[in-house]
Nanobody
Framework: QVQLVESGGGLVQAGGSLRLSCAVS????????MGWYRQAPGKQRELVAL???????NYVDSVKGRFTISRDNAKNTVYLQMNSLKSEDTAVYYC?????????WGQGTQVTVSS
């Protein structure tokens, strides 16, 4: 079992920055991947960024060069640094942990970017 708690969302103007945090507890050593997903109103949930247990990262094309996923193993926390935010980044952002064969989700945090 893995528990995830997100924080750091809020309202920001276009061009601004936010950092999301995901506090991880439980069977953290069994986690294969950690990721951030987002879901905008009326749209499907999409993968934003992924970090493997080995530290390799992947990003959806729309955020490459603007967002950075990272982790602090000492704090059991995964971060999503979001820079140069755009109105289309507005969504509920969810932290995800993949432990074969299960997916675990946080409760989500709202990010709203005003233009």
């Amino acid at each position: 079992q893995v528990q995830l708690v997100e924080s750091g969302g809020g309202l920001v103007q276009a061009g601004g920055s936010l950092r999301l945090s995901c506090a991880v507890s439980g069977s953290i050593f069994s986690i294969n991947y950690m990721g951030w997903y987002r879901q905008a109103p009326g749209k499907q949930r999409e993968l934003v960024a992924l970090i493997s247990s080995g530290g390799s990262t992947n990003y959806v094309d729309s955020v490459k060069g603007r967002f950075t996923i990272s982790r602090d193993n000492a704090k059991n926390t995964v971060y999503l640094q979001m820079n140069s935010l755009k109105s289309e980044d507005t969504a509920v952002y969810y932290c995800n942990a993949f432990v074969v064969p299960n997916n675990y989700w946080g409760q989500g945090t709202q990010v709203t970017v005003s233009s």
